[in-house]
């Protein structure tokens, strides 16, 4: 029986974090104190890849924690992947994007890929031994997927790759890429894509240099290129054709994830400004007892509760493959990232002069907050995705 008196709905508890999410969430917390949070700033400041921080996730298996455990991961659902990007993001969004660009990476494995690509991929992915990134954006191909021009060309057992990439996140410290490229010109998003795996060794492929960001400067964004690259059919993600679908399919589930990340930069920014409103002193007390930074700390408090409930609606939508979840996937990246960039901002207000300069992380988490509405998807993007949902549906 509820609190209430009527009988429990058992559907109540369709999302709701049982006891072992929010142990795990707790021992997530444990090492971002540790291991973490006390490199953040640098992180930022030098804007190189945390390999320590790398390796201390590896040791805790929270690197790439959605990988089923038949191929050697610790089979996490989305609701606990989201827990880690979340709790990591809450200190430093940089590095929470390993385990989100993990996911992003090998997800299409995981929706389309024969098992011997899953057999092949997924352990070296699990034991930390390589990361995996997601190549769909190119210079002139962002919002507008489908115009991408990065070819795939069959030639007899083999395909050849050339073209591309942009703004792909994890480049370069990635072994491993989902890529996708036109295998029929004509056809484009309606049959015309196919997704494959490529490796850092494959000849003819090579890393731009880092691109220079505004945040999330730990985790390098670079261009890729292709110049001949061969690979075998067995690479191949999916039937010939199917590219466009998966891209899309996998993106539902890893907005989600944007979500978590988007909700834990906003928390983050939240505890530091409430921490400060109470220590900070003006007028003779703290500013914390003014109505006027009151109402502007339950605002953020409230709107990130919001998007963290959505979020975590979205991620048992995820788990459970609902059929709304394209609406989900894309209203929890929209209202999480949003949130994020309202929160962080306001948490700037509220440390004032202080809360501007680079010795204080909202600056920063601020900074970083920015790109949650931008990658993934616009969030303009996300609202034709929505919108095309909602007619489709009502319509
Ligand atoms: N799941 C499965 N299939 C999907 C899908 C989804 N969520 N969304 C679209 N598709 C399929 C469609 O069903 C259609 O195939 P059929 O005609 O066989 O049914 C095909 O893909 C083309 O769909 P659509 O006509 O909607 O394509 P558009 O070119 O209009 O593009 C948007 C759709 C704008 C939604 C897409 O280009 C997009 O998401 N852009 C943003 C890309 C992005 O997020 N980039 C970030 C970089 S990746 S980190």
């Not at 899309?248 to 589930?253: N, R």
């Given at each position: 029986m509820?609190?209430?008196?009527?009988?429990?709905?058992?559907?109540?508890?369709?999302?709701?974090?049982?006891?072992e999410?929010?142990l795990?969430?707790?021992?997530?917390?444990?090492l971002?104190?540790?291991?973490i949070?006390?490199r953040?700033a640098?992180?930022?400041?030098?804007?190189?890849?945390?390999?320590?921080?790398?390796d201390?996730?590896?040791?805790s298996?929270?690197?790439?924690i959605?990988?089923?455990?038949?191929?050697?991961g610790?089979?996490?659902?989305?609701?606990?992947?989201?827990?880690?990007?979340?709790?990591v993001a809450?200190?430093?969004?940089?590095?929470?994007?390993?385990?989100?660009?993990?996911?992003?990476g090998?997800l299409?494995?995981l929706l389309?890929?024969?098992?011997?690509?899953?057999?092949?991929y997924?352990?070296r992915?699990?034991?930390?031994?390589?990361?995996?990134?997601?190549?769909?954006s190119?210079?002139?191909?962002?919002?507008d997927?489908?115009?991408?021009?990065?070819?795939a060309?069959?030639?007899?057992?083999?395909?050849?790759l050339?073209?591309?990439?942009r703004?792909?996140?994890?480049?370069?410290?990635?072994?491993?890429?989902?890529?996708?490229?036109?295998?029929?010109p004509?056809?484009?998003t309606r049959?015309?894509?196919?997704?494959?795996?490529?490796?850092?060794?494959?000849?003819g492929?090579s890393?731009?240099?880092?691109?220079k960001?505004?945040?999330i400067k730990?985790?390098?964004?670079?261009?890729?290129y292709?110049?001949?690259?061969?690979?075998?059919?067995s690479?191949?993600?999916?039937?010939?054709?199917e590219?466009?679908r998966i891209?899309?399919?996998?993106?539902?589930?890893?907005?989600?994830?944007?979500?978590?990340q988007?909700?834990?930069?906003?928390?983050?920014?939240?505890?530091?400004?409430?921490?400060?409103?109470?220590?900070?002193?003006?007028?003779?007390?703290?500013?914390?007892?003014?109505?006027?930074?009151?109402?502007?700390?339950?605002?953020?408090?409230?709107?990130?509760?919001?998007?963290?409930e959505?979020?975590?609606?979205?991620?048992?939508?995820?788990?459970?493959g609902d059929?709304d979840?394209?609406?989900?996937?894309?209203?929890?990246?929209?209202?999480a990232?949003?949130t994020?960039?309202?929160?962080?901002?306001d948490?700037?207000q509220?440390?004032g002069?202080?809360g501007?300069?680079k010795?204080?992380?909202?600056e920063?988490?601020?900074?970083?907050?920015?790109?949650?509405q931008i990658y993934?998807g616009?969030?303009?993007?996300?609202r034709?995705v929505?919108?095309?949902?909602?007619?489709?549906?009502t319509?």
């Amino acid at each position: 029986m509820s609190s209430t008196g009527s009988p429990a709905n058992p559907d109540f508890d369709l999302y709701r974090p049982t006891a072992e999410h929010e142990l795990l969430r707790e021992s997530v917390r444990a090492l971002v104190a540790d291991k973490i949070a006390p490199r953040a700033a640098e992180i930022d400041a030098t804007a190189q890849f945390p390999w320590d921080v790398y390796d201390a996730l590896v040791r805790s298996d929270l690197h790439a924690i959605h990988v089923p455990e038949q191929y050697g991961g610790a089979g996490a659902d989305a609701l606990a992947t989201c827990i880690v990007i979340e709790e990591v993001a809450r200190a430093c969004a940089a590095t929470s994007l390993i385990p989100a660009v993990n996911k992003l990476g090998s997800l299409p494995l995981l929706l389309a890929g024969t098992e011997q690509l899953r057999e092949t991929y997924l352990p070296r992915l699990a034991s930390g031994e390589e990361m995996f990134s997601y190549a769909l954006s190119e210079p002139e191909a962002g919002s507008d997927a489908g115009s991408m021009r990065t070819r795939a060309v069959r030639d007899g057992e083999d395909w050849v790759l050339d073209g591309t990439k942009r703004w792909i996140t994890g480049a370069g410290v990635s072994r491993l890429y989902t890529v996708l490229a036109v295998t029929d010109p004509d056809k484009r998003t309606r049959g015309g894509i196919t997704a494959f795996v490529v490796e850092a060794d494959d000849e003819g492929f090579s890393v731009g240099a880092p691109e220079k960001k505004l945040g999330i400067k730990g985790s390098p964004t670079c261009e890729l290129y292709f110049d001949g690259v061969r690979i075998p059919d067995s690479r191949r993600i999916g039937e010939v054709g199917e590219g466009f679908r998966i891209a899309m399919a996998t993106l539902d589930h890893t907005r989600v994830t944007i979500g978590a990340q988007a909700v834990g930069i906003a928390q983050g920014a939240l505890d530091y400004a409430v921490g400060y409103a109470k220590e900070r002193k003006q007028f003779g007390r703290p500013i914390a007892d003014f109505q006027g930074l009151q109402f502007l700390l339950a605002d953020m408090a409230m709107k990130v509760t919001a998007a963290r409930e959505l979020v975590y609606v979205a991620a048992a939508k995820s788990e459970r493959g609902d059929a709304d979840l394209t609406y989900f996937g894309a209203a929890a990246k929209c209202v999480a990232s949003d949130t994020a960039m309202a929160v962080t901002t306001d948490a700037v207000q509220v440390v004032g002069g202080y809360g501007y300069v680079k010795d204080y992380p909202v600056e920063r988490m601020m900074r970083d907050a920015k790109i949650t509405q931008i990658y993934e998807g616009t969030n303009q993007i996300q609202r034709i995705v929505a919108a095309r949902e909602l007619l489709r549906v009502t319509g």
